[in-house]
C-alpha cells in the first residue's frame, strides 16, 4: 500500500452533534485555504450525528476525514486526539461552529513554519475583534489575555483564544495535560512561555455562532482556566522539570474538583487507519456530552 504523503497543515475539528450544521464551516474553511490540508472531524461517538454528514463531504472532499476519540469524553480529550491523529508537521485547532476565520489558517501556519510554537489568532489585539457572545466571559478573557501579555510575557494578548497553529513536535514533547474544557490553548501557551518558546498572534475577527446553543460550562471550568494562568507566571525551566510541574497541577487539580478525568497524561496516538476504522464500527466511549465552545 503506498503512504499518502503528509499534507502541510491538520485542521483539527472537535464536534458534538453537529449535524448539517458542520457542512457550511467546512466548505468555508476548503475554500479559504491555499495551503495542502487536511481536516480532521474528531467526535467522542460512532453515533454522532456529526459523523454522516462528513462522510457524505468526504465522498467528494478526500481531504476531510472524521475520527471517533478513545481519549475520554468533551472538548479537551477530543484536541489531545485529533493533535495525535493528525499527519501535518503544524495542527490548527478550529471549531465547529464557524465562529472562526477560516481565511487566517494559512498565516498561522506560515507563522509556524518561520519558528514559533504558537500561532494565535488574537480577538484582542490591534485589528481584533469579538463580535457576540456572553459578556461576563468576554470580559474575563479579555482580562486574562490583556494581563497574560503584559506581565507574563507570553507572545499574544488572547492566550485563551482556541483558535491557534500549533509546531506538533513542540506539543509532542511538551505533552497536552487538560482534559476539561478548551483550555488546552492556554495550557500550550503557557507551556512555550516556561520554556522561552516563541510565540506569536495575527488579528482576527471572532463572530457568535448563528446556529445551535453553545454550552460553554463559566463556573465549572473556571478552576482549570487558573491554574494554567498561574503556571504561566512561573520561571523558565527545561522540559523535564515542566512536564513534571504540568503533572503537579494535574494531580492537584484531581483533588478538589469531584468527577475529574484521571486517565493517563501521555497515551500514545491512535494510527489513521485505528481512527477512520472508529467512525464505522466499534462501540460508543461512554454517554456522549457537549463539546462547548471556546
Same mark, same amino acid.
Given at each position: 500500500?503506498?503512504?499518502?504523503?503528509? =499534507? $502541510?497543515?491538520s485542521?483539527?475539528? =472537535?464536534?458534538?452533534?453537529?449535524g448539517?450544521?458542520?457542512?457550511?464551516p467546512l466548505?468555508r474553511?476548503?475554500?479559504?485555504?491555499q !495551503?495542502d490540508?487536511? #481536516? @480532521?472531524?474528531v467526535?467522542d461517538?460512532p453515533?454522532?450525528?456529526?459523523?454522516? @454528514?462528513?462522510?457524505?463531504f468526504?465522498?467528494?472532499?478526500? %481531504? &476531510?476525514?472524521?475520527?471517533?476519540?478513545?481519549?475520554?469524553?468533551?472538548?479537551?480529550?477530543?484536541?489531545?486526539?485529533g493533535?495525535?491523529?493528525?499527519?501535518?508537521p503544524?495542527?490548527v485547532?478550529?471549531?465547529a461552529?464557524?465562529c472562526?476565520?477560516?481565511?487566517?489558517?494559512?498565516?498561522? #501556519?506560515?507563522?509556524?513554519?518561520r519558528?514559533?510554537?504558537?500561532?494565535?489568532a *488574537?480577538r484582542?489585539?490591534p485589528g481584533g475583534?469579538?463580535?457576540?457572545?456572553?459578556?461576563? +466571559?468576554s470580559a474575563?478573557?479579555?482580562?486574562?489575555?490583556r494581563? !497574560?501579555?503584559?506581565?507574563?510575557?507570553?507572545?499574544? /494578548?488572547?492566550?485563551?483564544? *482556541?483558535? +491557534?497553529?500549533?509546531? /506538533?513536535?513542540f &506539543? $509532542?514533547? &511538551?505533552?497536552?495535560?487538560s482534559?476539561?474544557?478548551f483550555?488546552?490553548?492556554?495550557?500550550?501557551?503557557?507551556k512555550? /512561555? $516556561?520554556?522561552?518558546?516563541?510565540v506569536?498572534e495575527?488579528?482576527?475577527?471572532w463572530?457568535?455562532?448563528?446556529?445551535? +446553543?453553545?454550552?460553554? +460550562? !463559566?463556573?465549572?471550568?473556571?478552576?482549570h482556566?487558573?491554574r494554567?494562568y498561574?503556571?504561566?507566571? %512561573?520561571p523558565?525551566v527545561? #522540559?523535564?522539570?515542566?512536564?513534571?510541574e504540568a503533572?503537579?497541577?494535574?494531580?492537584e /487539580?484531581?483533588?478538589p474538583i469531584?468527577?475529574?478525568?484521571?486517565d493517563a497524561?501521555a497515551?500514545?496516538?491512535? *494510527?489513521?487507519?485505528?481512527?477512520?476504522?472508529k467512525?464505522?464500527?466499534?462501540?460508543p466511549?461512554?454517554h456522549?456530552?457537549p463539546?462547548?465552545?471556546?
Amino acid at each position: 500500500m503506498v503512504a499518502r504523503p503528509s =499534507p $502541510r497543515v491538520s485542521v483539527v475539528i =472537535p464536534a458534538y452533534n453537529e449535524g448539517e450544521g458542520i457542512e457550511a464551516p467546512l466548505a468555508r474553511l476548503l475554500e479559504s485555504m491555499q !495551503l495542502d490540508c487536511e #481536516v @480532521v472531524v474528531v467526535v467522542d461517538f460512532p453515533e454522532d450525528n456529526t459523523v454522516p @454528514v462528513v462522510r457524505r463531504f468526504a465522498a467528494t472532499e478526500p %481531504r &476531510v476525514r472524521a475520527v471517533v476519540s478513545t481519549y475520554g469524553r468533551g472538548p479537551a480529550n477530543a484536541i489531545r486526539y485529533g493533535i495525535d491523529a493528525a499527519r501535518a508537521p503544524t495542527v490548527v485547532v478550529t471549531m465547529a461552529d464557524g465562529c472562526d476565520d477560516p481565511r487566517q489558517i494559512d498565516e498561522l #501556519v506560515r507563522l509556524v513554519e518561520r519558528g514559533v510554537v504558537v500561532a494565535a489568532a *488574537s480577538r484582542y489585539m490591534p485589528g481584533g475583534q469579538q463580535v457576540g457572545g456572553p459578556l461576563v +466571559k468576554s470580559a474575563m478573557s479579555r482580562a486574562a489575555g490583556r494581563s !497574560l501579555h503584559m506581565l507574563a510575557r507570553v507572545g499574544t /494578548r488572547d492566550a485563551t483564544n *482556541s483558535f +491557534k497553529a500549533y509546531d /506538533r513536535e513542540f &506539543v $509532542r514533547q &511538551v505533552g497536552i495535560h487538560s482534559r476539561d474544557g478548551f483550555e488546552i490553548g492556554l495550557e500550550l501557551t503557557a507551556k512555550a /512561555r $516556561r520554556l522561552g518558546r516563541p510565540v506569536a498572534e495575527i488579528p482576527t475577527i471572532w463572530l457568535d455562532r448563528t446556529a445551535g +446553543k453553545s454550552n460553554f +460550562k !463559566l463556573l465549572q471550568w473556571i478552576p482549570h482556566y487558573l491554574r494554567w494562568y498561574r503556571f504561566a507566571f %512561573r520561571p523558565r525551566v527545561d #522540559v523535564d522539570t515542566l512536564r513534571a510541574e504540568a503533572q503537579a497541577l494535574v494531580q492537584e /487539580r484531581d483533588r478538589p474538583i469531584a468527577g475529574a478525568e484521571t486517565d493517563a497524561v501521555a497515551p500514545s496516538g491512535p *494510527s489513521h487507519e485505528q481512527s477512520e476504522e472508529k467512525v464505522s464500527g466499534g462501540e460508543p466511549v461512554g454517554h456522549p456530552v457537549p463539546h462547548e465552545r471556546n
